[in-house]
């Protein structure tokens, strides 16, 4: 992103970390929140489970083998985050995180410290211009394109309005084969009566917000092995078939994600 964010405009970054009950989002942030959550109770359940899927979703690829991270709409640190998750399993994984707040960049050079065998970098960048986030020299300097990254766009794309599938493809060309997409994106497929006043709320307040149909979902992993059990809400992707996870915990959700391998 061009510029400064002032502090006075809200960020998508630190309304997330509201809902997830950070401590680091701003007057302007609270009052996009609060106004959300009027339409959208439910919100802070979606922030939870989308940063369960984070989690597990890592682990997972931490076990597939996957050692390099690309990390797009990072947020706040929140712990555990997706180093300390790939660390844990390999001490060696190397991790860059992307954001276009500020904000961010400050919190992740105090917090987002690497193992000692591994390395954590972080880049100011915006998703809409994919080529300057491959090109970055933090990027080219951590990762190696020839060898298989994750790349994670968790609660992202639905803040995105421009091309997605462009978007995904000039990232996913970059990538080596056995490269991941992992990708969870709020959708009103479930409860529009909540999900698209939030959306209208973002959008007076001057933040992006585009909800997303499943269908076009599964169509941004076109030509990618979709790993079971598909495009599914988040909690359902590896997690516990439990009676907690009816159809009414699913629209308190409204999200759907998924995991893709590059054959």
């Not at 609060?34 to 997972?60: C, D, G």
Request: hydrophobic residues 40%; proline residues 7%; glycine residues 6%.
């Amino acid at each position: 992103m061009d510029g400064e964010i002032p502090l006075d405009q809200p960020h998508t970054s630190r309304v997330y970390d509201y809902f997830l009950d950070g401590k680091d989002n701003y007057e302007a942030d609270r009052k996009a929140a609060e106004e959300i959550l009027k339409v959208w109770p439910n919100i802070r359940t979606a922030a939870r489970v989308n940063r369960q899927f984070m989690h597990r979703s890592t682990r997972y690829l931490a076990e597939s083998g996957i050692r390099q991270f690309l990390d797009i709409g990072t947020g706040i640190p929140t712990e555990p985050n997706l180093h300390q998750i790939a660390q844990e399993i390999t001490a060696d994984s190397r991790v860059v995180y992307v954001d276009n707040d500020p904000v961010v960049l400050a919190y992740a050079r105090a917090l987002m410290m690497g193992s000692e065998s591994g390395a954590t970098t972080y880049i100011q960048g915006d998703v809409r211009d994919p080529e300057s986030i491959l090109r970055a020299p933090e990027l080219v300097d951590t990762l190696d394109l020839s060898e298989p990254v994750g790349l994670s766009m968790i609660a992202l794309l639905h803040f995105v309005e421009a091309d997605i599938p462009a978007i995904l493809s000039t990232f996913l060309d970059a990538l080596a084969p056995g490269s991941y997409l992992v990708i969870c994106a709020i959708t009103a497929d479930f409860a529009p009566e909540q999900v698209l006043p939030a959306q209208e709320v973002y959008r007076v307040r001057k933040l992006p917000a585009q909800v997303r149909e499943h269908d076009e979902i599964v169509g941004w992993f076109t030509g990618l092995d979709l790993i079971d059990p598909g495009v599914v809400p988040p909690h359902r992707w590896l997690g516990s078939e439990s009676t907690e996870f009816s159809a009414a915990f699913d629209a308190k959700v409204s999200c759907w994600c998924g995991v893709g391998r590059k054959p």
